[in-house]
């Protein structure tokens, strides 16, 4: 392909921009370079917030893809390694099933470099993290699959909402609020542009810049998700999670092959287009460095979803006693959990309680309906706090506290987002609180 080319692909690229900002508008080098800047001056705004009581906060990535997948290689000491480095302690594994090994007898599990690993699926439509090999179920309709996991000490999250808002099942744990991949499949032009090998390569330069903001670019609020999930509390308590859904698998590799010939690929190796060297070399000629590593045959690598920015991006923060796979369990149940998305700040310290005179009662809890609740929540940083009753905003608050009488039963749940770079994002999304539910 020519460079005439390319330019002209990306001219028409950039004529069919739509009105609805689209990660491709956040690829911009300024507004990425904003971006950074603004998260940069984030960190230097923030303040430790110290949890008292008994409870600690963990910092929970679910929905990861390793090795085990068809469509991962990732290794589990590279994984271990990318959740230490943003400060994760608990990896839920949800590996896609395959004949050739069972997702919890060979599924990563124990603590791991003070990391916690736990074993699971990504299967039938949802998030399952069993207590034991669920094989044998595996046939089963949806609704009995879950039910036996769940009879036998399991969890289960309904997964990639957007595939199935009309679900309704019963005695599952609850549901993701947030997927990774579903934000990314609503950024058609970003999806079009890296259709192009050339595209990634010119990209290639501000990718390696700013590579965090540059994969958080598709970040957007999940309304849909959320809409739904109030629905399904309406119903039943149901924990709403994040899925970082990781698997470190977009990205280029170009490889020299014999003759004059390169091979585009897939970071799993898989061949998308083979090329004339003379039709790349020169555009390759005008970059950096890549991170090609020791194979002398790769001319250009580039990873747009290492597993440290999947896991930074957003977090399920776990409210519980200790690191171990009983308290997680006991925790997720109870929907003592908050999602955060911590690429833009570290939401650790982020503290939400309904209290009834001395009464504390913590995210996902259930305060007997009385006269006198009253709500309080602070944060590391200034937001804007929405809290949302039923489905609809009924306060609202600015600062790094927010306190809100609770005039009505209902199930309540508070929003939090920061002011980045000019416009308002979502940081913090907070579990129910079910007042007056019994
Ligand atoms: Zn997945």
């Known amino acids: 392909m020519s460079r005439l080319l390319l330019v002209t692909i990306l001219a028409l690229i950039s004529v069919s921009r739509a009105t609805a900002e689209d990660a491709l508008d956040r690829f911009a080098p300024e507004r990425l370079a904003a971006m950074h800047e603004a998260v940069e001056a984030l960190k230097s705004q923030r303040v430790e917030i110290p949890r008292t009581g008994p409870l600690r906060e963990y910092r929970a990535n679910l929905h990861?893809?390793?090795?085990?997948?068809?469509?991962?290689?990732?290794?589990?000491?590279?994984?271990?390694?990318?959740?230490k480095s943003v400060g994760t302690q608990i990896l839920m594994f949800t590996?896609?099933?395959?004949?050739?090994?069972?997702?919890?007898?060979?599924?990563?599990?124990?603590?791991r470099d003070g990391v916690l690993l736990i074993p699971g699926a990504e299967a039938k439509?949802?998030?399952?993290?069993?207590r034991e090999s669920f094989r044998k179920f595996e046939a089963s309709p949806v609704q009995d699959f879950s039910d036996v996991v769940r009879?036998?000490?399991?969890?289960?999250?309904?997964?990639?909402?957007?595939?199935?808002?009309?679900?309704?099942?019963?005695?599952?744990?609850?549901?993701?609020?947030?997927n990774t991949h579903a934000d990314f499949k609503e950024e058609k032009r970003l999806i079009a542009a890296m259709r192009?090998?050339?595209?990634?390569?010119?990209?290639?330069?501000?990718?390696?810049?700013?590579?965090?903001?540059?994969?958080?670019?598709l970040h957007d609020y999940p309304a849909d998700y959320l809409k739904r999930w109030d629905q399904l509390c309406q119903l039943a308590p149901h924990t709403?999670?994040?899925?970082?859904?990781?698997?470190?698998?977009?990205?280029?590799?170009i490889r020299k092959i014999d003759g004059d010939k390169v091979r585009v690929e897939d970071p799993?190796?898989?061949?998308?287009?083979?090329?004339?060297?003379?039709?790349?070399?020169?555009?390759?000629?005008?970059?950096?460095?890549?991170?090609?590593?020791?194979d002398p045959s790769i001319l250009f690598k580039l990873q747009l979803d290492p597993y440290a920015n999947a896991l930074r991006h957003v977090a399920t923060h776990v409210l519980m006693p200790e690191l171990t796979q009983p308290a997680l369990w006991e925790a997720l149940e109870a929907g003592r959990a908050f999602v955060a998305f911590d690429w833009l700040a570290d939401s650790t310290g982020f503290d939400a309680a309904v209290f009834a005179g001395d009464a504390r009662h913590e995210l996902g809890s259930r305060p007997a309906w009385s006269d006198g609740l009253?709500?309080?929540?602070?944060?590391?940083?200034?937001?804007?706090?929405?809290?949302?009753?039923?489905?609809?905003?009924?306060?609202?608050?600015?600062?790094?506290?927010?306190?809100q009488a609770i005039a009505e039963p209902g199930i309540y749940r508070l929003e939090l987002w920061l002011d980045v770079a000019g416009a308002e994002r979502i940081w913090v999304l907070g579990n129910p609180w079910f007042v007056g539910a019994e």
């Open 240 to 253: 709403g999670v994040s899925a970082n859904d990781a698997h470190q698998n977009v990205g280029l590799v």
């Open 196 to 217: 192009n090998p050339l595209w990634l390569v010119t990209a290639s330069g501000l990718i390696r810049k700013y590579p965090q903001e540059a994969y958080s670019a």
């Open 95 to 111: 590996d896609h099933t395959a004949a050739t090994y069972d997702s919890f007898d060979d599924g990563h599990q124990g603590l």
């Open 268 to 294: 799993l190796g898989e061949k998308l287009i083979e090329l004339p060297a003379a039709a790349v070399q020169p555009l390759l000629a005008t970059l950096p460095p890549s991170d090609a590593g020791a």
């Open 374 to 403: 009253h709500l309080q929540a602070r944060a590391p940083l200034p937001g804007h706090w929405k809290l949302i009753r039923n489905g609809e905003q009924v306060a609202e608050g600015t600062g790094r506290a927010f306190e």
């Open 64 to 83: 990861v893809h390793s090795l085990l997948s068809h469509d991962s290689r990732g290794k589990i000491e590279d994984i271990v390694a990318a959740a």
């Open 125 to 130: 439509g949802l998030l399952v993290f069993p």
């Open 151 to 178: 009879s036998r000490g399991g969890l289960t999250f309904v997964s990639h909402l957007e595939e199935r808002m009309d679900w309704q099942l019963t005695g599952i744990t609850g549901n993701e609020i947030y």
